[in-house]
């Protein structure tokens, strides 16, 4: 992923179970807990979250990981 996500964009990635869909809400450059799992999130290594257009639930997902969905 070569082009910098912002706070809105609409992103895909792929899980166990295929591909899903979703909107980026926060961009972690810091070391943060998300339901009980650690983020080792840092301005070197950011890491975005992301809500699932499936299931409304929030992940952090790792640049290389998402892909922007162009409109």
Do not use: C, F, R
């Given at each position: 992923m070569t082009e910098?996500l912002?706070?809105g964009?609409q992103?895909?990635w792929?899980?166990?179970?295929g591909?899903t869909?979703g909107?980026?809400?926060?961009?972690?450059?810091?070391s943060?807990?998300?339901?009980?799992h650690?983020v080792?999130?840092?301005?070197?290594?950011?890491e975005y979250?992301?809500e699932?257009?499936?299931?409304?639930?929030?992940?952090?997902?790792?640049?290389?990981?998402?892909e922007k969905?162009?409109e």
């Amino acid at each position: 992923m070569t082009e910098k996500l912002k706070k809105g964009d609409q992103v895909k990635w792929n899980t166990s179970q295929g591909e899903t869909t979703g909107e980026v809400k926060e961009k972690l450059t810091s070391s943060t807990e998300i339901k009980g799992h650690h983020v080792a999130a840092s301005k070197e290594n950011p890491e975005y979250l992301v809500e699932s257009d499936k299931t409304g639930k929030q992940a952090a997902h790792k640049p290389d990981a998402l892909e922007k969905i162009e409109e």
